[in-house]
């Protein structure tokens, strides 16, 4: 072996071992991926049956009732009562109907949070389906749904179709709030969390120590220039959504601000513990994809955490990103006020300033 082949043999080693010595780079690049891999095989794949929720007007008994009483099945899921109707399908695959019962203000809020894909009433002798013609899923509903009670009673003719055009009801209206809350976790906990990491690395923080400084000074700053970007980012959001697509606040804005601030305390309590101690950006790069990662995914940002298994759905509701996307959600498209986030706002609040304390009793300089 020629002298610098064995160089090169030597340094391939070297950096191979001192990967090994590194458990926490081993497991964010390699375990985790897989440990996110399963957990949304399982959330996505552990059944092939689809599943569709629709809300019924309380009123007359409808042709739909008919149907139902003979071939729907009275199920629970987290609470509430539903008449589930499961049907099977060569082409289509298996799917399941859960129908609930609702006055019409109560239906329109459940289409609001995603909680209905459409709206059945049968107010002129007829099935009439409302929904958002934009939204590609209440659309799937609606033809499937429609299909399926022409084959079933041996119907024929035009279906009766009111577009749901309210504020509030459109995708944009469901996706804005999400977006909102998904940047200002983004913002913090790469801006302060990955900014911390990184100038450790670089011992940037080390030369801080010799300054009269306090730690939470410090980190104070960092919190305050943050906060501003995203009050900034979330601004021409809003503004552009309002420009382009008629976006309205629904809700008492002084409200919103205050549940604002208090999402902001959170994420950036979080965002403070993530970089309180962390050297290696490896490391650091990890911790932050594993808070990011999975509230992004399971917190309902671009669609219902409902879809999730049932059994998902209490752990999901404790997730600061979905406590914070959901109060958005009631601001922006329910109207709702002071009382209705009152608690949310006390809970996020707390969290931030439980980790930010916690982080700055953890916190290393170097």
């Given at each position: 072996?020629?002298?610098?082949?064995?160089?090169?043999?030597?340094?391939?080693?070297?950096?191979?071992?001192?990967?090994?010595?590194?458990?926490?780079?081993?497991?964010?690049?390699?375990?985790?991926?897989?440990?996110?891999?399963?957990?949304?095989?399982?959330?996505?794949?552990?059944?092939?049956?689809?599943?569709?929720?629709?809300?019924?007007?309380?009123?007359?008994?409808?042709?739909?009732?008919?149907?139902?009483?003979?071939?729907?099945?009275?199920?629970?899921?987290?609470?509430?009562?539903?008449?589930?109707?499961?049907?099977?399908?060569?082409?289509?695959?298996?799917?399941?109907?859960?129908?609930?019962?609702?006055?019409?203000?109560?239906?329109?809020?459940?289409?609001?949070r995603g909680e209905a894909d459409l709206i059945v009433t049968d107010s002129v002798g007829e099935i009439c389906y409302h929904f958002d013609p934009q939204n590609a899923q209440a659309?799937?509903?609606?033809?499937?749904?429609?299909?399926?009670?022409?084959?079933?009673?041996?119907?024929?003719?035009?279906?009766?179709?009111?577009?749901?055009?309210?504020?509030?009801?459109?995708?944009?209206?469901?996706?804005?709030?999400?977006?909102?809350?998904?940047?200002?976790?983004?913002?913090?906990?790469?801006?302060?969390?990955?900014?911390?990491?990184?100038?450790?690395?670089?011992?940037?923080?080390?030369?801080?120590?010799?300054?009269?400084?306090?730690?939470?000074?410090?980190?104070?700053?960092?919190?305050?220039?943050?906060?501003?970007?995203?009050?900034?980012?979330?601004?021409v959001l809003f503004f552009f959504a309002w420009l382009l697509f008629g976006t309205i606040i629904q809700g008492n804005v002084g409200a919103l601000i205050v549940f604002y601030i208090?999402?902001?305390?959170?994420?950036?309590?979080?965002?403070?513990?993530?970089?309180?101690?962390?050297?290696?950006?490896?490391?650091?790069?990890?911790?932050?994809?594993?808070?990011?990662?999975?509230?992004?995914?399971?917190?309902?940002?671009?669609?219902?955490?409902?879809?999730?298994?049932?059994?998902?759905?209490?752990?999901?509701?404790?997730?600061?990103?979905?406590?914070?996307?959901?109060?958005?959600?009631?601001?922006?498209?329910?109207?709702?006020?002071?009382?209705?986030?009152?608690?949310?706002?006390?809970?996020?609040?707390?969290?931030?300033?439980?980790?930010?304390?916690?982080?700055?009793?953890?916190?290393?300089?170097?």
């Amino acid at each position: 072996m020629s002298f610098k082949t064995n160089q090169l043999y030597q340094l391939v080693l070297t950096q191979f071992l001192e990967t090994l010595r590194e458990p926490s780079v081993l497991f964010w690049g390699i375990v985790f991926p897989i440990l996110i891999t399963i957990g949304l095989g399982l959330a996505f794949t552990q059944t092939s049956e689809s599943k569709y929720r629709i809300a019924i007007v309380e009123g007359q008994p409808t042709k739909l009732d008919t149907l139902l009483s003979e071939y729907g099945k009275e199920e629970k899921e987290r609470g509430k009562t539903f008449t589930s109707w499961r049907v099977s399908n060569p082409t289509l695959g298996n799917a399941q109907y859960l129908f609930a019962r609702r006055q019409w203000d109560d239906a329109i809020i459940a289409l609001k949070r995603g909680e209905a894909d459409l709206i059945v009433t049968d107010s002129v002798g007829e099935i009439c389906y409302h929904f958002d013609p934009q939204n590609a899923q209440a659309q799937l509903v609606y033809m499937r749904l429609s299909g399926l009670l022409k084959e079933s009673s041996g119907q024929t003719g035009q279906d009766s179709i009111e577009p749901l055009t309210l504020k509030g009801v459109r995708y944009i209206d469901f996706l804005l709030p999400g977006l909102i809350a998904l940047g200002i976790l983004n913002g913090l906990c790469w801006g302060i969390s990955y900014s911390l990491v990184e100038r450790r690395s670089q011992k940037l923080l080390r030369r801080m120590v010799a300054t009269p400084m306090k730690k939470s000074n410090y980190l104070i700053a960092l919190i305050s220039v943050r906060f501003v970007m995203n009050c900034v980012e979330a601004g021409v959001l809003f503004f552009f959504a309002w420009l382009l697509f008629g976006t309205i606040i629904q809700g008492n804005v002084g409200a919103l601000i205050v549940f604002y601030i208090a999402g902001n305390i959170a994420f950036a309590g979080i965002a403070v513990l993530l970089g309180c101690r962390t050297a290696k950006l490896e490391t650091g790069n990890g911790l932050i994809n594993a808070v990011i990662m999975p509230m992004m995914i399971l917190s309902g940002i671009f669609f219902s955490y409902l879809n999730f298994p049932s059994w998902s759905i209490g752990f999901i509701k404790l997730l600061p990103l979905t406590t914070f996307t959901d109060g958005l959600r009631s601001i922006f498209n329910e109207g709702a006020g002071w009382q209705e986030i009152a608690t949310p706002s006390i809970l996020l609040t707390s969290l931030g300033v439980i980790c930010f304390i916690a982080g700055v009793k953890w916190f290393k300089w170097y």
